[in-house]
């Protein structure tokens, strides 16, 4: 299996995993009785989460807005025939989007969001090289 495939089943996994985490969470809220299943309705909450557990979804959705993206990289190279041009970056990228789901679950102080605006920005600058070479290529 490549790196690339690799690592989208990794980024994959990532993604599941925080979900698990905060999900695991509510559900045991939920089993014990403590809060009612409705209780985390989208764009009206009635409960109040511990702050890490809102880390921790913030951290999951921000792997599913940028998931596809990789996503589409992958499949773009992989149904070009270029799938060897993501290699040698491809765990460069997911050392940065793991240091970014880290940052994000520490803190979200003012230096925290920085540091983590700046991995972000190198995953988009690995996905920008990547097109352009799977582009040019």
Not at 4 to 33: D, E, K
Not at 68 to 76: D, I, K, Q, R, T
Request: hydrophobic share 55%; net charge positive.
């Amino acid at each position: 299996m490549s790196t690339a495939i690799t690592v989208l089943l990794a980024f994959t996994a990532l993604t599941i995993a925080l979900a698990v985490i905060y999900v695991g969470y509510r559900t045991a809220l939920v089993l014990s009785r403590r809060a009612p299943a409705n209780s985390w309705t989208r764009g009206a909450p009635s409960h109040e989460d511990p702050a890490w557990v809102t880390r921790f979804q913030n951290a999951h959705l921000n792997c599913l807005e940028n998931l596809p993206l990789y996503a589409a990289v992958v499949l773009g190279a992989y149904v070009s025939g270029q799938l060897s041009l993501l290699e040698g970056l491809a765990w460069i990228y997911f050392g940065a989007r793991v240091a970014q789901v880290l940052i994000h679950v520490i803190s979200t102080s003012p230096t925290f969001v920085f540091l983590r605006a700046n991995v972000w920005f190198v995953q988009l600058a690995i996905l920008a090289y990547w097109i352009y070479a799977l582009l040019a290529a």
